[in-house]
């Protein structure tokens, strides 16, 4: 059985966040439309190998997702996504969500995620954006929208200047190009939505998403295209 990630304390750094590539290589972004689907996808992606669940704020029903997720399924490691506000760091952080993902930062933000306790990853998309991060102690990133942003080209000519930032691609990650992006130095896991595609969720089909995510528990930067 797959380990949890530890539990956050006040000092964590965001370091814990891409530890989550310790657990599998993929974190999946997930939008949920009804709070009923939360537990049985929840279940069906830790059963294939995926225990990392961002669930995004995108929808009415996504705090309550996330308090299901985290009251249902103890082998899930459920996180919040496109976090854009510090109150939605209180709201996520009373829901029993366990890291944060934010798709940009600003300073207000910045000081709500690290006030949380949480391990957290604000979004970068701009050598400038990963120095001023870098400047405040923050050394991993989400590097959101990946590939309209520059792809792996960008993240590799940014390995030279900057090695010591350390990246969560999001945003147009599938199967075929995943292991190009792990397969970068600079990269500590990738974020994708393909496992969970919004058919399969709405057919509560939850064999074909554990089968997807199995597929993608198994990525790694070795990994021929799929």
Same mark, same amino acid.
């Given at each position: 059985?797959?380990?949890?990630? %530890?539990?956050?304390?006040?000092?964590?750094?965001?370091?814990?966040?891409?530890?989550?590539?310790?657990?599998?290589?993929?974190?999946?972004? =997930?939008?949920?439309?009804?709070?009923?689907?939360?537990?049985?996808?929840?279940?069906?992606? +830790?059963?294939?190998? *995926?225990?990392?669940?961002?669930?995004?704020?995108?929808?009415?029903?996504?705090?309550?997702?996330?308090?299901?997720?985290?009251?249902?399924?103890?082998?899930?490691? =459920?996180?919040? $996504?496109?976090?854009?506000?510090?109150?939605?760091?209180?709201?996520?952080?009373?829901?029993?969500?366990? #890291?944060?993902?934010? %798709?940009?930062?600003?300073?207000? *933000?910045?000081?709500?995620?690290?006030?949380?306790?949480?391990?957290?990853?604000?979004? =970068?998309?701009?050598?400038?954006?990963?120095?001023?991060?870098?400047?405040?102690? =923050?050394?991993?990133?989400? #590097?959101?929208?990946?590939?309209?942003?520059?792809?792996?080209?960008?993240?590799?000519? *940014?390995?030279?200047?900057?090695?010591?930032?350390?990246?969560?691609?999001?945003?147009?990650?599938?199967?075929?190009?995943?292991?190009?992006?792990?397969? *970068?130095?600079? +990269?500590?896991?990738?974020? $994708?939505?393909?496992?969970?595609?919004?058919?399969?969720?709405?057919?509560?089909?939850?064999?074909?998403?554990?089968?997807?995510?199995?597929?993608?528990?198994?990525?790694?930067?070795?990994?021929?295209?799929?």
């Amino acid at each position: 059985m797959t380990s949890p990630m %530890p539990s956050p304390s006040p000092s964590s750094s965001p370091a814990s966040v891409l530890d989550l590539a310790d657990h599998a290589p993929v974190v999946p972004v =997930v939008v949920v439309s009804g709070a009923a689907d939360a537990v049985p996808l929840a279940r069906a992606l +830790v059963a294939g190998g *995926l225990p990392a669940i961002e669930v995004t704020l995108r929808t009415p029903a996504a705090l309550d997702a996330i308090r299901a997720i985290a009251a249902e399924v103890p082998q899930a490691v =459920v996180g919040a $996504g496109t976090v854009i506000t510090p109150e939605q760091v209180g709201a996520c952080a009373a829901a029993g969500a366990r #890291f944060l993902v934010s %798709p940009g930062w600003t300073a207000a *933000l910045l000081e709500a995620m690290r006030g949380s306790g949480m391990p957290f990853l604000p979004g =970068v998309s701009t050598a400038s954006e990963v120095v001023a991060l870098l400047e405040r102690g =923050v050394r991993e990133m989400k #590097f959101f929208p990946a590939q309209a942003a520059g792809g792996t080209a960008y993240l590799r000519s *940014l390995a030279g200047p900057l090695p010591q930032a350390r990246f969560c691609p999001t945003g147009g990650i599938v199967p075929a190009n995943a292991p190009e992006y792990l397969s *970068l130095p600079n +990269v500590g896991c990738v974020g $994708g939505s393909w496992m969970a595609p919004a058919d399969a969720v709405a057919a509560g089909d939850w064999a074909r998403i554990e089968e997807l995510a199995r597929g993608a528990a198994r990525l790694d930067g070795a990994t021929e295209n799929v």
